[in-house]
């Protein structure tokens, strides 16, 4: 059943969204040349540059996936961002003053003073198709989502965002986005506060916010640090120091989106502290949108939870000849909730921890995750004949097979029958996660406090898909269209056409969300597309940095041939011939673009 939003959501939402744009497009019209339309005049404050760059990393996704995989999986995600306060320290030391003696316009200017033109327009290049497909993924993200709740026309609510950007973005340009960002995390910050208190207390009254958080430890969603080598678990403090680390210097010190934002900066100073001030507040944000999910979690205790949060996907198979299967399931889980509720009671209000409760309680929450991959399963058997034949296929063959359990194609047959029973949570109508948050938005948050969350969502993909493409129009501008200019065509021109390129960009990304689709996790989908490039990126800046000897040439073909072997490893791992976490795609990427370049060029050097 789609939801209606009250009268009262709808001004709270429009209001919202009407004064964002309306108050950055009048408070930054009339830029007329280049300093102010894409450095925004140089007269931002350490704190606008703080807030604006969380706000562009701060994306819709952050808040539906990010809720949605502490939900699934606990706080273990924000080790992720551990990495995050060293990248800080390194840019403020070594990428600022440089980008701020240099005074350019975009990072990918001082590749050219370093190396060549060529490998500046690469660098550049390799940082339009990536940011260009995040650009359309941060307004597919909200737009799916709400468009599947609130049975709201997708590819309406792809333009709609598009062009609510696209406004106050070409008329102000860099400035516009920094001062629309501040009004969008202040209302961020607020729906989020809103949230938790609401989620908190609609947790029954004998159970305090600790004995909540007992009882979402006791299912290991309070699990934030793992110390192991396991390359199976993605996150890891080993992969948030080190692959972490490696992907937020390419992040915040090479990706035009987040360097721009604090280019705007008023002094060098203001430029640093205001990515201090990012480095020292990111960590614990992440924690906190983290937290929200566990406490939806922990609500969910006490409260029945639909087996798939996606209502059409649940009718779908209802109406199919699964339906008797599902019913069972829901009967099942149902009977599970009753116990579940009863067992958490008893664990959160009663003194002695060697009841068996909080092991009773993990090992239903273990049981409700094989009910909800089992409705998955249906409901992808439901939504695709040709899935189900496959399977069906290969299951008779495994049964075939099964009296010789030592035969390597029986083993071979299994692990085919595993991955495509694993395929089914993936596909766009049965992965729920990202929409478990905005469910719970809908149907238990009161009347206002619903707009304003949504708003909040909408506010973020606005943010992020405007930094995006006030980048993506001054890295086309500047480092390809103005840069091969052969006269020059004055700042009037070239301001006319940063806005033009602005509104392309604009087009494209609605474009590519029209035509995006849903991935596992979206948070994860932006992140690995950002892995695939990043270390490449990053490796041919830290060769300008402290490479003296190295050339032009070496680094252009050495970042060609890295680019080849990382997307080449990407897809080894997608097909499970290599086990390898995207994060760790920054680290090698960087090392691999160092070795070549290095080789290439002492091997130029013997040649020669």
Known sequence: MHQTLDWIDWTVLLLTLLTIVGYGTWKTRGSKNVQDYVKGGNTTKWWTIGLSVMATQASAITFLSTTGQAFSDGMGFVQFYFGLPIAMVIICMVFIPLYHKLKVYTAYEFLENRFDLKTRSLTAILFLIQRGLAAGITIFAPAIILSVVLDWNIVTLNIAIGLLVIIYTVSGGTKAVTVTQK???????????????????LIPDEVSFTEAIDIAGATGKMEVLDFSFDLENRYTVWTGLIGGTFLMLSYFGTDQSQVQRYLSGKSMKEMQMGLLFNGLLKVPMQFFILLVGVMVFVFYQFNPAPLNFIDASTQTVLNSKYGNEYRILQKKQSELFDSRKSISLEFATTESSDNGAKEKLAELDAIEKIYRSESKFLIKKAIDPEYTKEYEELEKEVITLQSDTSNIVFKEKSLALKNLYSDAAKDTQTNDRDYMFIRFIL????VGLVGLLIAVILSAAMSSTASEINALATITSIDLYGRNLKEDKGEEHMVKMTKWFTLGWGIVAIIIACFANLAENLIQLVNIIGSIFYGNVLGIF??????????????????????????????MDNEGIINLPYLWLNVIGCIVVIIIANLLQIFTKNKA
Not at 183 to 189: A, G, K, L, R, T
Not at 543 to 567: D, E, M, P, S, W
């Open 443 to 446: 149907n238990h948050l009161p």
């Open 183 to 201: 009004q969008q995390m202040f209302v961020i910050f607020a729906g989020m506060l809103g949230a938790l208190y609401v989620v908190i207390d």
């Open 542 to 571: 830290l060769l300008a940095f402290f490479f003296k000897n190295i050339r032009g040439n070496a680094v252009f073909v050495g970042a060609l041939i890295t680019q080849v072997v990382i997307i080449v490893l990407y897809f």
